[in-house]
Protein backbone atom coordinates (compact mmCIF):
# COMPACT_ATOMS: atom_id res chain seq x y z
CA UNK A 1 0.00 0.00 0.00
CA UNK A 2 1.02 3.71 -0.56
CA UNK A 3 0.22 7.02 0.72
CA UNK A 4 -1.10 8.09 -2.95
CA UNK A 5 -5.14 7.38 -2.32
CA UNK A 6 -6.72 7.37 0.83
CA UNK A 7 -4.88 5.02 2.70
CA UNK A 8 -6.45 3.89 6.04
CA UNK A 9 -4.66 4.78 9.33
CA UNK A 10 -6.38 3.71 12.80
CA UNK A 11 -6.42 6.58 15.01
CA UNK A 12 -7.41 5.99 18.59
CA UNK A 13 -6.43 6.83 22.22
CA UNK A 14 -7.55 7.51 25.72
CA UNK A 15 -9.19 11.01 24.13
CA UNK A 16 -11.40 13.51 25.12
CA UNK A 17 -13.31 14.72 22.41
CA UNK A 18 -11.95 18.01 21.95
CA UNK A 19 -8.56 16.70 21.64
CA UNK A 20 -8.83 13.80 19.45
CA UNK A 21 -10.57 16.65 16.96
CA UNK A 22 -7.21 18.42 17.37
CA UNK A 23 -5.99 15.44 16.88
CA UNK A 24 -7.48 14.64 13.71
CA UNK A 25 -7.38 18.19 12.43
CA UNK A 26 -3.38 18.47 12.84
CA UNK A 27 -3.26 14.86 11.23
CA UNK A 28 -5.14 15.57 8.17
CA UNK A 29 -3.46 18.53 7.43
CA UNK A 30 -0.23 16.57 7.62
CA UNK A 31 -1.46 13.51 5.80
CA UNK A 32 -4.21 14.95 3.24
CA UNK A 33 -3.99 11.40 1.86
CA UNK A 34 -4.96 9.39 4.60
CA UNK A 35 -8.64 8.30 5.83
CA UNK A 36 -8.44 8.36 9.51
CA UNK A 37 -10.84 5.87 11.08
CA UNK A 38 -12.33 4.81 14.37
CA UNK A 39 -11.57 1.67 16.40
CA UNK A 40 -15.28 0.62 15.11
CA UNK A 41 -14.35 1.97 11.29
CA UNK A 42 -10.91 0.88 11.26
CA UNK A 43 -12.28 -2.93 12.04
CA UNK A 44 -14.86 -2.72 9.17
CA UNK A 45 -11.85 -2.28 6.74
CA UNK A 46 -9.74 -4.47 8.76
CA UNK A 47 -8.49 -6.30 5.17
CA UNK A 48 -6.50 -2.76 4.43
CA UNK A 49 -5.74 -1.42 7.76
CA UNK A 50 -1.88 -1.49 8.11
CA UNK A 51 -0.90 1.38 10.51
CA UNK A 52 -2.38 2.70 13.93
CA UNK A 53 -1.47 5.81 15.47
CA UNK A 54 -2.33 5.84 18.86
CA UNK A 55 -2.22 7.73 22.13
CA UNK A 56 -2.53 5.58 25.23
CA UNK A 57 -4.95 3.61 23.79
CA UNK A 58 -7.88 1.81 25.72
CA UNK A 59 -6.98 -2.39 26.00
CA UNK A 60 -7.57 -4.19 23.58
CA UNK A 61 -7.80 -1.61 21.18
CA UNK A 62 -5.75 -3.06 18.15
CA UNK A 63 -7.22 -6.12 18.21
CA UNK A 64 -8.94 -7.59 15.02
CA UNK A 65 -6.39 -5.99 12.97
CA UNK A 66 -4.79 -8.70 11.05
CA UNK A 67 -2.61 -6.66 8.03
CA UNK A 68 -1.49 -4.23 11.10
CA UNK A 69 1.96 -4.11 10.42
CA UNK A 70 3.25 -0.41 12.22
CA UNK A 71 2.18 1.18 15.53
CA UNK A 72 3.13 5.15 16.12
CA UNK A 73 2.75 5.84 19.50
CA UNK A 74 2.00 9.77 19.84
CA UNK A 75 3.25 9.67 23.42
CA UNK A 76 6.70 9.52 24.35
CA UNK A 77 6.36 6.89 27.20
CA UNK A 78 4.64 3.66 25.41
CA UNK A 79 4.33 1.57 28.83
CA UNK A 80 0.71 1.05 28.65
CA UNK A 81 0.80 -0.16 25.15
CA UNK A 82 3.91 -2.71 26.20
CA UNK A 83 1.13 -3.58 29.39
CA UNK A 84 -2.02 -4.88 26.69
CA UNK A 85 -1.44 -8.50 25.92
CA UNK A 86 -3.58 -8.06 22.80
CA UNK A 87 -1.17 -6.15 20.74
CA UNK A 88 1.07 -8.29 18.88
CA UNK A 89 4.66 -8.84 20.36
CA UNK A 90 6.12 -8.92 16.62
CA UNK A 91 4.42 -5.42 16.05
CA UNK A 92 6.74 -2.55 15.87
CA UNK A 93 6.17 0.55 17.20
CA UNK A 94 7.55 3.93 17.39
CA UNK A 95 7.95 6.12 19.93
CA UNK A 96 6.97 9.66 20.00
CA UNK A 97 10.28 11.92 19.80
CA UNK A 98 9.15 15.48 19.03
CA UNK A 99 11.35 18.20 19.92
CA UNK A 100 8.72 20.95 20.76
CA UNK A 101 8.04 18.12 23.24
CA UNK A 102 11.84 17.72 24.29
CA UNK A 103 12.05 21.47 24.86
CA UNK A 104 8.87 22.11 27.12
CA UNK A 105 10.81 19.34 29.26
CA UNK A 106 13.88 21.11 29.35
CA UNK A 107 12.07 24.20 30.62
CA UNK A 108 9.85 22.09 33.18
CA UNK A 109 12.84 20.47 34.68
CA UNK A 110 15.11 24.07 34.41
CA UNK A 111 12.14 25.61 36.54
CA UNK A 112 12.09 22.83 39.08
CA UNK A 113 15.89 22.66 40.03
CA UNK A 114 16.38 26.13 39.79
CA UNK A 115 13.26 26.55 42.40
CA UNK A 116 14.30 24.15 44.40
CA UNK A 117 17.98 25.40 44.46
CA UNK A 118 17.31 29.10 44.89
CA UNK A 119 14.53 28.31 47.35
CA UNK A 120 11.48 29.79 45.59
CA UNK A 121 8.74 26.87 46.77
CA UNK A 122 9.88 28.39 50.48
CA UNK A 123 9.72 32.05 49.47
CA UNK A 124 6.34 31.11 48.18
CA UNK A 125 4.88 29.52 51.33
CA UNK A 126 6.57 32.31 53.49
CA UNK A 127 4.78 35.02 50.75
CA UNK A 128 1.49 33.64 52.17
CA UNK A 129 2.62 34.14 56.25
CA UNK A 130 3.71 37.66 55.06
CA UNK A 131 7.43 35.99 56.27
CA UNK A 132 10.20 38.28 55.10
CA UNK A 133 13.72 36.08 55.38
CA UNK A 134 16.49 35.86 52.30
CA UNK A 135 17.93 32.46 52.93
CA UNK A 136 21.82 31.42 52.23
CA UNK A 137 21.84 31.73 47.88
CA UNK A 138 24.23 29.11 46.59
CA UNK A 139 26.16 29.26 43.04
CA UNK A 140 24.99 26.34 40.61
CA UNK A 141 27.89 24.86 40.73
CA UNK A 142 27.51 23.93 44.19
CA UNK A 143 24.78 22.15 43.59
CA UNK A 144 24.83 18.75 42.33
CA UNK A 145 21.55 16.98 40.02
CA UNK A 146 21.77 13.69 39.29
CA UNK A 147 19.34 13.40 36.09
CA UNK A 148 18.03 9.63 35.78
CA UNK A 149 17.65 8.04 32.49
CA UNK A 150 19.66 9.08 29.63
CA UNK A 151 17.48 8.77 26.60
CA UNK A 152 16.61 11.72 24.07
CA UNK A 153 14.65 13.61 27.24
CA UNK A 154 17.78 12.79 29.57
CA UNK A 155 20.01 13.87 27.26
CA UNK A 156 18.42 17.26 26.56
CA UNK A 157 17.85 18.15 30.22
CA UNK A 158 21.33 18.04 31.62
CA UNK A 159 22.62 19.15 28.82
CA UNK A 160 20.17 22.41 29.75
CA UNK A 161 21.19 22.07 33.45
CA UNK A 162 25.13 21.75 32.39
CA UNK A 163 24.75 25.14 30.47
CA UNK A 164 23.44 26.67 33.89
CA UNK A 165 26.41 25.60 35.89
CA UNK A 166 24.89 23.05 37.56
CA UNK A 167 27.31 19.78 38.55
CA UNK A 168 25.08 17.52 36.89
CA UNK A 169 25.57 13.52 35.97
CA UNK A 170 22.91 11.25 34.57
CA UNK A 171 22.48 7.86 35.68
CA UNK A 172 20.76 4.86 33.82
CA UNK A 173 19.96 1.15 34.95
CA UNK A 174 22.29 -0.43 33.13
CA UNK A 175 25.30 1.92 34.41
CA UNK A 176 26.88 2.72 37.99
CA UNK A 177 25.23 1.09 41.02
CA UNK A 178 22.83 4.11 42.29
CA UNK A 179 24.16 3.83 45.51
CA UNK A 180 27.39 5.29 44.13
CA UNK A 181 25.61 8.27 42.82
CA UNK A 182 22.49 8.85 45.27
CA UNK A 183 24.74 9.84 48.04
CA UNK A 184 25.86 13.12 46.13
CA UNK A 185 23.03 14.05 44.42
CA UNK A 186 20.84 17.16 45.98
CA UNK A 187 18.48 17.30 43.48
CA UNK A 188 16.88 14.00 41.54
CA UNK A 189 15.29 14.26 38.20
CA UNK A 190 13.35 11.40 36.96
CA UNK A 191 12.89 10.53 33.29
CA UNK A 192 13.56 6.93 33.24
CA UNK A 193 11.14 4.65 30.85
CA UNK A 194 8.37 2.84 33.00
CA UNK A 195 10.02 -0.99 32.91
CA UNK A 196 9.55 -3.56 35.16
CA UNK A 197 12.82 -2.82 36.66
CA UNK A 198 12.30 0.95 37.45
CA UNK A 199 9.09 0.72 38.84
CA UNK A 200 9.07 1.31 42.52
CA UNK A 201 12.75 2.36 42.18
CA UNK A 202 11.88 5.75 44.57
CA UNK A 203 11.57 4.02 47.40
CA UNK A 204 12.74 4.65 50.91
CA UNK A 205 16.00 2.98 50.16
CA UNK A 206 16.51 5.03 47.22
CA UNK A 207 15.36 8.46 49.50
CA UNK A 208 17.63 7.43 52.00
CA UNK A 209 20.74 7.07 50.35
CA UNK A 210 20.64 10.88 49.24
CA UNK A 211 22.08 13.50 51.03
CA UNK A 212 19.68 15.34 53.91
CA UNK A 213 17.70 17.75 52.83
CA UNK A 214 17.83 16.13 49.03
CA UNK A 215 14.79 17.12 46.15
CA UNK A 216 12.88 15.25 44.20
CA UNK A 217 11.48 15.96 40.62
CA UNK A 218 9.51 13.69 38.62
CA UNK A 219 8.69 14.12 35.37
CA UNK A 220 8.50 10.12 33.87
CA UNK A 221 5.84 7.90 35.19
CA UNK A 222 3.78 7.97 39.24
CA UNK A 223 4.99 4.26 39.71
CA UNK A 224 8.22 5.28 39.35
CA UNK A 225 7.57 6.19 43.10
CA UNK A 226 6.54 4.42 45.89
CA UNK A 227 3.84 7.42 48.01
CA UNK A 228 4.16 6.28 51.16
CA UNK A 229 7.87 6.21 51.24
CA UNK A 230 8.12 9.14 49.83
CA UNK A 231 5.67 10.73 51.88
CA UNK A 232 7.73 9.57 54.86
CA UNK A 233 10.99 10.82 53.72
CA UNK A 234 9.05 14.80 53.29
CA UNK A 235 7.48 14.14 57.18
CA UNK A 236 10.66 12.70 58.88
CA UNK A 237 12.57 16.65 57.00
CA UNK A 238 15.11 14.29 55.13
CA UNK A 239 13.71 15.25 51.90
CA UNK A 240 13.64 18.99 51.61
CA UNK A 241 10.46 19.40 48.18
CA UNK A 242 9.36 17.12 45.65
CA UNK A 243 7.91 18.11 42.27
CA UNK A 244 5.58 15.83 41.23
CA UNK A 245 4.02 15.44 37.63
CA UNK A 246 3.13 12.26 37.36
CA UNK A 247 0.92 9.73 39.22
CA UNK A 248 0.22 6.38 40.42
CA UNK A 249 -3.60 7.76 39.84
CA UNK A 250 -4.31 10.43 37.37
CA UNK A 251 -5.50 12.57 37.78
CA UNK A 252 -4.24 12.50 41.38
CA UNK A 253 -7.44 12.12 43.40
CA UNK A 254 -8.93 15.29 45.67
CA UNK A 255 -7.65 13.43 48.81
CA UNK A 256 -4.60 12.19 48.08
CA UNK A 257 -2.23 14.07 50.77
CA UNK A 258 0.26 15.24 48.05
CA UNK A 259 -2.58 18.32 46.92
CA UNK A 260 -2.12 19.69 50.66
CA UNK A 261 1.39 19.26 51.69
CA UNK A 262 3.73 22.07 52.12
CA UNK A 263 6.54 20.70 50.72
CA UNK A 264 5.30 18.86 47.62
CA UNK A 265 4.52 20.84 44.28
CA UNK A 266 2.19 18.91 41.90
CA UNK A 267 1.48 19.46 38.24
CA UNK A 268 -1.35 17.88 36.39
CA UNK A 269 0.89 15.62 33.73
CA UNK A 270 1.72 18.65 32.20
CA UNK A 271 5.41 18.92 32.15
CA UNK A 272 5.72 18.09 28.44
CA UNK A 273 2.32 18.18 26.86
CA UNK A 274 2.28 17.00 23.20
CA UNK A 275 1.67 19.35 20.81
CA UNK A 276 -0.65 18.29 17.94
CA UNK A 277 1.33 20.37 15.36
CA UNK A 278 4.78 19.64 15.83
CA UNK A 279 3.67 15.63 16.63
CA UNK A 280 1.44 15.16 13.47
CA UNK A 281 4.42 16.42 11.80
CA UNK A 282 6.92 13.77 13.19
CA UNK A 283 3.87 11.00 11.89
CA UNK A 284 3.92 12.20 8.75
CA UNK A 285 7.54 12.03 8.68
CA UNK A 286 7.52 8.60 9.90
CA UNK A 287 4.74 7.26 7.98
CA UNK A 288 5.71 8.41 4.74
CA UNK A 289 9.08 7.10 5.49
CA UNK A 290 7.68 3.18 6.40
CA UNK A 291 5.09 3.67 3.01
CA UNK A 292 8.27 4.19 1.18
CA UNK A 293 10.05 0.80 2.78
CA UNK A 294 12.77 2.81 5.03
CA UNK A 295 13.56 1.73 8.70
CA UNK A 296 12.17 3.98 11.30
CA UNK A 297 13.36 5.92 14.02
CA UNK A 298 13.26 5.36 17.93
CA UNK A 299 11.12 1.81 17.58
CA UNK A 300 10.41 0.47 21.07
CA UNK A 301 12.38 -2.74 22.29
CA UNK A 302 10.21 -5.16 23.86
CA UNK A 303 13.05 -6.63 25.79
CA UNK A 304 13.94 -3.72 27.32
CA UNK A 305 10.28 -2.40 27.54
CA UNK A 306 10.97 0.79 26.35
C1 LIG B 1 3.64 11.58 28.34
O1 LIG B 1 3.71 11.26 29.49
C2 LIG B 1 4.18 10.79 27.27
O2 LIG B 1 4.66 9.67 27.52
O3 LIG B 1 4.14 11.25 26.10
Redesign the pocket.
Known amino acids: MNAAGNTPVLLCGNFEAQEHQAWLSALSLALPDVDWLDVTTARLRAGEVQVAVV ?2 PPLGSLQGLPELRLVH ?7 RLLADPSVPAHLPIV ?2 VDPA ?1 TAAMVQTALWAVLALHRGYFVYGQHQRQARWLPHAQLRADEVSVLVLGEGVMGHAVRAALAAQGYAVTSWRRDGAPLARVLPQAQVVVNLLPLTAETRGLLNADFFAALPRGAGIVNL ?2 GAHVVDDDLLNALQSGHLAHAVLD ?1 FNTEPLPPAHPYWQHPRVTVLP ?1 A ?4 DERSAATVVAKNLRAFWRGQPMPHLVDRVRGY
Do not use: I
Open positions: ANSLWAGVDRMMARVHAALT
